[in-house]
């Protein structure tokens, strides 16, 4: 059973560029969910992606978007990247049912801004 | 508007003793509780839960003590191992079936140092 996998690992980009950040989710999970952590800070909630129709939303601007595929992997979209937008950023997927709460992250995408 | 605290940035434990990690909670909407663990450079691992039924739930070494009228849990990890050191996190989700369902709100996050 494969695991969640993001690429790249690590980033670096200059403000105003676009930024798209890739996670293949567990197998059977067809739920991923998009999380960005701030150094120090505890994750933070992006987006859900369920079936590959955004399925809520955290207290992100529009230019925080993403995308999920048939397969149930997902991509996420940051454009005009501001300074602060410098965190590590985590996938996560879910099965829709059963244990459903219980998310299983990938190791991250680490982004620096300059 | 921080939902899930975690007011201990940092906890230190001798090993073979307990180690208490507390986090508080703010939003009567959260319905399941979940502890996850994390080393430097991995994702968060999830470690144990709890539903808003129940107070206590136990895995192994890890029991999850759940203080509704309190919004207070915490996790217990008896006896504490030098492998267990790594930063914790406390986080919350909403009903099954409700919009906020599988969506995690997590807190600051504790770190846990365990010694030899």
């Known amino acids: 059973e494969t695991g969640v996998t993001q690429s790249p690992t690590h980033l670096i980009k200059t403000r105003g560029q676009q930024v798209t950040l890739r996670c293949s989710s567990q197998?059977?999970?067809?739920?991923v969910s998009w999380y960005q952590q701030a150094l120090g800070q505890g994750p933070q909630f992006i987006f859900q992606?369920?079936?590959?129709?955004?399925?809520g939303r955290g207290n992100f601007p529009p230019r925080f978007s993403g995308l999920q595929f048939p397969n149930y992997s997902s991509e996420l979209n940051v454009n005009a990247l501001e300074l602060d937008d410098s965190a590590l950023y985590l996938c996560?997927?879910?099965?829709?049912?059963?244990?459903?709460?219980?998310?299983?992250f990938g190791q991250g995408t680490r982004l620096t801004v300059v | 508007d921080q939902q899930v605290k975690q007011n201990s940035p940092s906890l230190s434990v001798q090993e073979g003793r307990i180690s208490i990690l507390n986090c508080d909670y703010t939003n009567s909407m959260f319905d399941y509780f979940l502890w996850y663990k994390k080393y430097p450079a991995e994702g968060p691992t999830f470690l144990i839960s709890i539903s808003s039924i129940k107070d206590k739930n136990e895995d192994g070494r890890f029991t999850v003590f759940l203080n509704k009228s309190a919004k207070h849990l915490s996790l217990h990890i008896v006896p504490s191992q030098p492998g267990d050191s790594a930063v914790y996190f406390c986080a919350a989700s909403g009903k099954r079936g409700g919009t906020s369902y599988g969506k995690l709100t997590f807190g600051q996050g504790t770190i846990l140092t365990v010694h030899p």
């Open positions: 996560a997927s879910s099965p829709r049912s059963g244990t459903g709460v219980r998310a299983f």
């Open positions: 992606y369920y079936r590959e129709e955004e399925n």
């Open positions: 197998s059977g999970h067809n739920t």
